[in-house]
């Protein structure tokens, strides 16, 4: 990858690939042929003091892009890993404005928190870090570097070989007949072509307002079944969560209500889980009564789990692959992407509020 980014390797397209590639990542730097200097390369593969990859432009800016395929992050007992490559390209001459780094996995997942914050001497740096993935950003831009190739085909071939290598590490082999059957679908008209762009170019959205009106409704059925909110969910969470950066998305959901008998009940989705229900006091204040009752149900049914703030929970579904297993994180996951769909949140929530009230029904018995 490194070869391909040198403006001197032997491939002679100067600076065309880390143009393409810069460009993809939204990158501020901006280069020529002479004044960039990769590391490792063509002609020197030691890495700049540890880093994957480290493009310098003078010292007017630097990138740092950290690989990880198949490894956790390098931290160290003071300092986090990306804090170390960070601290270097500072101690360089960069400004911190003029410093991109990238976090590149298989799988686009996030650095550790100790990658980014174990020293603390640098808060900016958890947003600062932009995380791509081989599957994603890698393939699209070395397709657009085949394309450039076009007049030399050893080159041209290579990439490809490069690409397939990509696809086959991030499962990205759909067979060709599917793809062709999509994009007659979407080729199919003009109306269909608009569709599909309007859909990609706002998907962000969709997400946003998917996730407000599920926890809008779902909160609006408690309310209609007789439960009293005392906790709901606020935009700048859903903000966070669909447009924040690593630190930022990684945010809890819990919508709070209480029974007509005075019962703390909660209803949860964290960042990298699926969604569950108990009951929960985020003061960790039960009455004598509560506790009674939580105990007797949990020596007849165990819960999925249990801590201070919430007494006692389970998931909805239980079974993995159901209907109700959401995650917020994810949302190519089938049952989350479904729930765009206004009729399917409508019969989610339908199902999620009798199986809260089945849950009542059973303390308020014992």
Request: glycine content about 6%; proline content about 4%.
């Amino acid at each position: 990858m490194s070869v391909l980014l040198d403006p001197k390797a032997p491939h002679k397209m100067g600076s065309t690939f880390l143009s393409l590639f810069l460009r993809k990542l939204e990158s501020n730097m901006q280069v020529d042929d002479n004044e960039v200097l990769i590391s490792p390369n063509f002609h020197n593969p030691s890495e700049f003091k540890d880093i994957d990859i480290f493009i310098r432009k003078g010292n007017d800016s630097a990138v740092i892009i950290e690989n990880k395929i198949d490894a956790s992050d390098s931290n160290h007992e003071g300092e986090g890993q990306l804090e170390k490559y960070y601290r270097e390209a500072i101690e360089e001459g960069y400004s911190k404005d003029n410093i991109d780094i990238y976090y590149l996995t298989l799988d686009q997942h996030e650095p550790s928190e100790e990658s980014v914050s174990t020293s603390g001497k640098y808060p900016e740096l958890a947003e600062k870090v932009q995380c791509i993935s081989y599957g994603s950003e890698i393939i699209e831009w070395l397709n657009e570097c085949a394309k450039e190739s076009y007049a030399k085909p050893i080159l041209r071939e290579s990439i490809n070989q490069y690409i397939n290598l990509l696809q086959k590490m991030t499962n990205n082999e759909s067979s060709v007949s599917e793809r062709i059957e999509l994009m007659n679908i979407v080729g199919k008209n003009t109306d269909n072509l608009e569709s599909a762009m309007f859909l990609i170019k706002n998907f962000k959205h969709i997400q946003w307002h998917t996730i407000f009106d599920f926890w809008k409704e779902l909160s609006d059925a408690l309310g209609l079944a007789g439960y009293k909110l005392t906790k709901s969910i606020d935009k700048e969470m859903i903000d966070n969560a669909v447009h924040g950066g690593p630190r930022k998305r990684q945010i809890n959901f819990n919508l709070m209500f209480t029974s007509k008998s005075g019962i703390p009940l909660g209803i949860n989705c964290d960042y990298a889980d699926y969604i569950c229900y108990g009951v929960s006091d985020t003061s960790g204040k039960y009455t004598k009564d509560i506790k009674r009752k939580v105990k007797a149900l949990a020596a007849m049914e165990e819960p999925d789990g249990s801590n201070e703030s919430w007494l006692y929970w389970n998931y909805f579904e239980p079974e993995s692959g159901g209907d109700l297993e959401f995650c917020f994180s994810n949302f190519e996951g089938t049952p989350t992407y479904k729930l765009i769909s206004p009729q399917s949140r409508k019969e989610y929530i339908e199902r999620m509020v009798s199986i809260v009230n089945e849950f009542v029904h059973k303390l308020e018995a014992l």
